[in-house]
């Protein structure tokens, strides 16, 4: 899975402990989703990493588009730079 690019819909995720589905999904990319993710548990007291969300961000995408299973996914955790631009990265 490329976490560079939003796939349909864009990052979507939903958190059944707290009935939470983040808004404005296509604002975020990859790692903001799951930072956003992980601000969320914490604030709710859900125990949370942030590679944990990452996890769980990637995993709630491969079932959403099981195409994508066969696709590897980034080994590494670290964040692409972004700019001013949410959505189109200028």
């Known amino acids: 899975m490329n976490r560079l690019t939003f796939p349909p819909g864009g990052w979507q995720f939903y958190e059944p402990k707290?009935?939470?589905?983040?808004?404005?999904?296509?604002?975020?990319?990859?790692?903001?989703?799951?930072?956003?993710?992980?601000?969320?548990?914490?604030?709710?007291?859900?125990?949370?990493?942030?590679?944990?969300?990452?996890?769980?961000?990637?995993?709630?995408?491969?079932?959403r588009f099981p195409q994508m299973a066969a696709t590897p996914s980034h080994t590494t955790n670290v964040q692409p730079r972004t700019s001013g631009c949410r959505s189109c990265g200028r």
Do not use: C
């Open 18 to 63: 707290t009935n939470w589905s983040p808004k404005d999904v296509i604002n975020y990319g990859f790692y903001e989703m799951a930072n956003l993710i992980h601000q969320h548990r914490v604030a709710n007291s859900i125990p949370s990493t942030i590679d944990q969300a990452i996890s769980d961000l990637e995993a709630y995408t491969r079932a």
